[in-house]
């Protein structure tokens, strides 16, 4: 069974970066999709970014042109370069593994545990 693994959260002040990465392990991985979303208190998951396995890459309109997506298809990885952080990009961030470049959460059937992600003004 294959599950995936954020990693990379933590707290940072406004302006700062962070890169999270996320994991596939178990059996052959060979995902076509993956994407990013994120969940704050309060609020439903939104979407963040997707890629495919051609390394096109589709982001929302909040994080286009601070965030950027990249996977690593041999080592089943997948990343998320967050720059010029602000304190609304605070939430639970997650990967999640799909067959189509979507950004609707339930289109991804597969989806890891969540990394936290905090930036104080």
């Known amino acids: 069974q294959v599950q995936l693994v954020e990693s990379g959260g933590g707290l940072v002040r406004a302006g700062g970066s962070l890169r999270l990465s996320c994991a596939a392990s178990?059996?052959?991985?060979?995902?076509?999709?993956m994407g990013w979303f994120r969940q704050a208190p309060g609020k439903e998951r939104e979407f963040v970014a997707c890629?495919?396995?051609?390394?096109?890459?589709y982001y929302a309109d909040s994080v286009k042109g601070r965030f950027t997506i990249s996977r690593d298809n041999a080592k089943n990885m997948v990343y998320l370069q967050m720059n010029s952080l602000k304190p609304e990009d605070t939430a639970v961030y997650y990967c999640?593994?799909?067959?189509?470049?979507?950004?609707?959460?339930?289109?991804?059937?597969?989806w890891g545990q969540g990394t936290q992600v905090t930036v104080s003004s």
């Open positions: 999640a593994a799909g067959q189509y470049m979507v950004v609707v959460a339930g289109d991804y059937p597969l």
């Open positions: 890629i495919n396995w051609s390394d096109s890459t």
């Open positions: 178990g059996r052959t991985f060979s995902s076509p999709a």
